[in-house]
């Protein structure tokens, strides 16, 4: 794929992206007034996770989730059990 600039370039991804939406199950099929309320919860509590959770520095706790060293590259192997 060439593209002869910036604006071709975003103009292609936009839409291969509708493409691939128009693929996916919640594009496909009208939604439940269920789904589309547990889909706005889940939003809202992912929401304040990041800016709660994720956001939060704790330096006093070293691994405060389980696994993440291994994601993140960051691992003390010094703490011993």
């Known amino acids: ?6 604006e071709a370039y975003k103009k292609q991804r936009d839409v ?3 493409e691939d939406r128009k693929l996916r199950r919640e ?10 309320e547990a889909d706005k919860m889940m939003r809202k509590l992912r929401e304040k996770e990041a800016k709660t959770i994720w956001k939060e520095d704790t ?8 696994g993440m060293g291994f994601l993140t590259g960051i691992i003390d192997f010094s703490l011993r059990i």
């Open 1 to 6: 794929m060439s593209f002869s600039g910036v």
């Open 16 to 18: 291969l992206i509708k």
């Open 27 to 36: 594009y496909s099929t009208p939604r439940s007034p269920l789904e589309i």
């Open 59 to 66: 330096p006093d706790i070293p691994n405060r989730f389980a």
